[in-house]
Structures are given as structure tokens and as C-alpha cells.
């Protein structure tokens, strides 16, 4: 027996749908389909698809979380089924934001679609950020000044690919580098390019298929208080600036 085969078996009692029937909805026969149940045989990758969609629930929660522990009601549905979230909510209503400390960081990557995992980490609550489900991630380093080594990042969730915006700063959550902020360089057609505003670092890419989950940059939470010292780019700018005001002015009084 394998967790999936547990899932599907435990679904199917609590819906009270016969082996039968749910096998007529998935296209294939009850033997074939009694197979996957009993953990004999394993669901191909269109058979996962079906299942997940006549149960409103994501491939990724039936192979890797005993669905009896997650509160469905309680779960955040995103398009096509493509993932569920967690979300807990405090007395009136808001969202609370689950904050991914540097203690916990390590096991994110293995967590972020337990729902028993999310629901174990600090929540602070928000209320000024708005509509989306928002999360918090720890900074580490030198590479995204200002925001310093220890402070925390709140991201908005975002569900399209689509929605990422050149320009802009977001956490992502990949196979290869775990958990990396970065600003958005240029999409390419099957990866981002990502920067650091710290120019010693270079950009690189991120493939597309490498990416679990991406949150955009919300707000930071920090405990430094630093007088920003003035760039030399901004001190040339200013210059700039300055040097086009006085042009203006010599002209105005030619002009008198």
C-alpha cells in the first residue's frame, strides 16, 4: 500500500462512491481502477489528472499528504487545480501570514505543500497588505541591498507564470536552489533571467521547470534602522540635475 493508494481509497468511502462508478468517471474499468486502490499497480500521469480533478484536489497533495489530516475546507483552491495552499484565518476573518524563519528554511522545500508543515510555522497577521494569500521569507546575505542579512521578506502569492513582471523582485522556491529573492531580469521563453541589486553578483537563469512557487516582494520586516549613504550614481545624477537647472536659469535671463 502506498500513500496515494490510502488517499484515493479514503476519498472515494468519504464521498461514498462505489469502486464502480468512480471508475466509469475516470474512463477505465473497476479492475484496472481497484489495481491503483490497493497499491498492485501505479496511476499513469493522465489517470493522476482525472483523479485530481473529480476530487478537487492537486496531484501533489494525493502523492505526498495523508489527505485525512487536511481540513478541506480549509485550503486555499487555486486555478486548474495546479496546487492548494493552506490558509489559516484569525477571528475576524484575515489571513494570517505563515513567516518561513531561518530555523525553519532548510525543510521549506520538503514542506511547502504540507499542509501540517505550514500550519507549524509563526504566523503574524497584516491586515494593511490587501487581497492574496502572503507569506513570509527570511533574507540571507549581502545580494538585495537594502533589505539586510536576518530581516523578513512578505511575498504575495503568485499563480500565473504570466503574472511576473520584469522589473520587480520575487522569492522563488526551486528545485535546485531552494529559496533565492532576486530581481527580475528578462523572461525568456523557458527561463528568468534574475539579478541581484548588489552588482558583484551576476545574473543568472532559472529554468521555468525548476520552479515551484513564486511570491512577489510585498513588504519588508526589519530591525535596522541605517542612514542610506548617497550612491555615487545618485551623486551624479544629482550633479546632473543640477547642472540642467542652471542652464535653464542662464537662458531665462539672456531671454530678460
Not at 481540513?71 to 486548474?80: A, F, K, R, S, V
Not at 500550519?119 to 492574496?132: A, K, M, N, R, W
Not at 558583484?200 to 534602522?225: A, M, T
Request: charged share 30%.
Amino acid at each position: 500500500m502506498s500513500l496515494f493508494s490510502d488517499n484515493i481509497r479514503n476519498l472515494r468511502v468519504q464521498h461514498k462512491i462505489s469502486q464502480e462508478k468512480l471508475a466509469e468517471s475516470l474512463g477505465i474499468t473497476r479492475g484496472r481502477y481497484v489495481k491503483y486502490e490497493d497499491g498492485t499497480s501505479e496511476a499513469p500521469y493522465e489517470i493522476l489528472k482525472k483523479i485530481a480533478y473529480y476530487y478537487h484536489i492537486s496531484i501533489d497533495l494525493l502523492l505526498s499528504v495523508d489527505v485525512r489530516k487536511i481540513p478541506i475546507d480549509d485550503l486555499l483552491q487555486l486555478e486548474n487545480n495546479r496546487l492548494v495552499l493552506p490558509i489559516t484565518v484569525d477571528n475576524k476573518g484575515e489571513n494570517f501570514i505563515e513567516v518561513v524563519t531561518q530555523k525553519v528554511k532548510a525543510g521549506y522545500l520538503n514542506g511547502y505543500a504540507d499542509p501540517e508543515y505550514i500550519e507549524s510555522l509563526q504566523q503574524i497577521s497584516l491586515p494593511f497588505l490587501g487581497t492574496g494569500k502572503h507569506r513570509g521569507f527570511p533574507v540571507e546575505g549581502d545580494s538585495m541591498p537594502p533589505h539586510a542579512d536576518g530581516s523578513i521578506i512578505v511575498g504575495r502569492y503568485v499563480e500565473n507564470l504570466g503574472d511576473v513582471n520584469d522589473g520587480k523582485t520575487y522569492i522563488l522556491i526551486t528545485k535546485n536552489e531552494g529559496m533565492v529573492y532576486k530581481r527580475l531580469n528578462k523572461n525568456k521563453k523557458n527561463a528568468l533571467v534574475v539579478s541581484s541589486d548588489n552588482s558583484f553578483y551576476p545574473p543568472y537563469e532559472v529554468k521555468i521547470s525548476s520552479i515551484l512557487e513564486i511570491w512577489e516582494y510585498v513588504c519588508n520586516i526589519g530591525l535596522r534602522d541605517d542612514k542610506q549613504e548617497l550612491t555615487e550614481s545618485a551623486s551624479i545624477k544629482d550633479l546632473f540635475l543640477e547642472l540642467k537647472r542652471d542652464i535653464h536659469d542662464l537662458k531665462n535671463k539672456q531671454k530678460l
